[in-house]
């Protein structure tokens, strides 16, 4: 059974940094498709970064909105995947989701369906 479990998120100002974890088991590190997703109270979910792993190999994807911002990362020994958000705006604000999609399926992007779900941890930037 594949469990998520983010944590990390907090209240921050303006141009401050935080970096949110997602505890992942039951989930095979090596070949694996995550992302983080996003949702603001109103607002569609944003699929925000992507990482595709095969074995010693990521290969990473971002939205527009946070590219040179946010960096996606996993450690395969630790079964953790990683989000360093930098320079945040208020518009960052939103649940922050980390999502796996199960590597026997096609394809890893972030418009593809992701099976499996944490339960969010709340990231608040102020002005």
């Known amino acids: 059974q594949v469990q998520l479990v983010e944590s990390g998120g907090g209240s921050v100002q303006a141009g401050g940094s935080l970096r949110l974890s997602c505890a992942v088991s039951?989930?095979?590190?090596?070949?694996?498709?995550m992302a983080w997703f996003r949702q603001a109270p109103g607002k569609e979910r944003e699929g925000v970064a992507l990482i595709y792993g095969r074995y010693s190999v990521s290969d990473t994807d971002y939205a527009d909105s946070v590219k040179g911002r946010f960096t996606i990362s996993q450690d395969n020994a630790k079964n953790i995947l990683y989000l360093q958000m930098g320079s945040l705006k208020p518009e960052d604000t939103a649940m922050y989701y980390c999502?796996?999609?199960?590597?026997?399926?096609?394809?890893?992007?972030?418009?593809?369906?992701?099976?499996?779900w944490g339960q969010g941890t709340q990231v608040t930037v102020s002005s």
């Open positions: 999502a796996a999609r199960s590597a026997a399926l096609p394809g890893c992007g972030l418009e593809r369906n992701f099976g499996y």
């Open positions: 039951g989930y095979t590190f090596s070949r694996s498709c």
